[in-house]
């Protein structure tokens, strides 16, 4: 038996999922509001890069927009992306089903809860308030939903279950808030939509070690949750231990999400669409979806957000509209395609 | 040498008793069948030999307890291969077989060269070898049976435990993966204990027997001593003629009634 039949297909996916951020990068790069030369922009670029001294010719007002503007919101784009993919593959493999997003275990209904209390009630403390409470909500949420969940019994169902509750309820406690606060309507609306506008680096920053530190959990726990795919018992009679890496990988993925919502709002579709076209590409193992969803989710949002800022320039569209305007049809297209492959 | 041996074994599942203080044992190398009715409590025993149950008593394997064992340590000795065993469509055969070796994979490593090569070994010894590469969805029910055992193989457990190995199996398949079993046991000193439905099955590959009802044992031995027509008549209300061919088989055949006022 070949026992390594999908080492040249994984080969290939990273090279694919590679190019793809690269070029959105470079696309991204190039395109917007002020104009460019591409070839002074790659070279300023590559300039950076150690050990290169490339003249780029860049003036100060174009090297201002490239390194203080465009690339801090790529890379934040990217960031985010990448995060929401990694997130949204990991609690499909927890829950067993491609159709779970990184938002369905309260993380998004308790980063909206938190936005929603930092803008109407914490507008004193200054801006750095609300991705503080974003990210506490985030993570508060699915901390209540898997205490539901574990109180209401074992099993990855139950959760699920839970974490919809959980949902509901503090999307019914932030619809109370927002009503009784109409005037802070258009700012909360603006955030739970989603911008990488004011993207800076420290934002990048800010994220960077919660980002490494639930992107590498997830990612070295990628050949568990292909266990878990024959079911708990299984699972069990092969040493694992169910709970164990479920626990572990669900509080790896809502850091990933709040980290990645704190910066950029309620981005949604993200952590379903990435992973679902990776996995037509590369199969089913997590040990190839999640990395190959980190790269394609980086790229997917970086590209996103290209659209955001570019269709109705100067305006801008709320890159959440951007994803669920690529996102819901896909959604459709994946209800069909899991539909046909079952039958 | 006893393999596996369970002593005064109690399971109760949502309060209700399922199995009441059973025990038994098979000898390393043997293959000790689990028979009795529909909820006569042969999955529950076998789940909880397994280590999927909590219960009262005691599992040994090879002499020692196995409570006392780590979940990993436990899967290295047994394999449990489940009467409807979740197979993920899209996973490849190899993928499933090579999930087999997770109980010698390090936490944060992946399967090395020697779990790669005892998952390959396992695969040709069933013959699924040829079709590594296929997806689980495309796979016959024989296949798919030939498949599970391969991945409980690739384990390398001393013990493996079969939860209806044969059902949903034509006749011919149910041979094939009967004697396949007899086979691992035969040649790799693998102790079986297995639930089976069909009693002349039952007695031609397992060299005991134990007869479960109502969470009790009502018979074991040897399928002579077991298999008689009044104690299939009492314990599963079927009408049975019991008789033993020249090769020594005991083989049990349903006899039909003749309808009411014919």
Known sequence: MNGTPRCPRGIVAYLVAAAFLVAAVLVSTLVGAADLNPLSTVAALADRIPFVHLPSGLGPVDRAVLFQIRLPRIVLGAMVGGLLAVAGAGYQGVFRNPLVDSGMLGASAGAGLGATIAIVYLSGLGPAAVPAAAFAGSLAGVAVAYLAGAVSGSGPATLLLAGVAVSMFLTAVQTYLLQRSASDLEQVYSWLLGSLSGATWSQALEILPYAAVSTAVVLLHGRWLDVLSVGDDEARTLGVR???????????CALAAASAVAVS??????????????????GISYRLVLPLSLLAGAGFLVLADTLARTVL??????????????????????????????? | MTAVEVRDLAVDLDRMPILHGVSCAAGSGGWLALIGPNGAGKTTLLRAVAGLL??????????????????????????????????????????YVLLGRTPYVSYLGGPGRSDRAAAERAASRLGVSVFADRRLASLSGGERKRVVLARALAQDPRVLLLDEPTASLDIGHQQQVLDLVDELRRTGGLTVLSTLHDLTTAGQYADALVLLHQGRIEAAGPAASVLTEDRIARVYAAHVAVRTDPDGSTVVTPVRRPPDGG
């Open chain 1, 242 to 252: 169910p709970e164990r890496v479920r626990l572990i990988v669900i509080a790896a």
């Open chain 1, 265 to 282: 709002g309620l981005i949604g579709f993200v952590g379903i669409v990435v992973p679902h076209i990776v996995r037509r590409l590369a």
């Open chain 2, 54 to 95: 909590p219960h009262r008593g005691e599992v040994l394997l090879g002499g020692d307890g196995a409570g006392a064992l780590s979940g990993r340590d436990r899967a290295r000795l047994i394999a449990y291969v489940p009467q409807e065993p979740v197979l993920p469509p899209d996973m490849t055969v190899a993928e």
């Open chain 1, 313 to 343: 320039s100067p305006a801008e569209l709320p890159i959440g509209v951007v994803t669920a305007l690529v996102g819901s049809p896909a959604f459709v297209w994946i209800l069909r395609s899991t539909r046909s492959v079952r039958t």
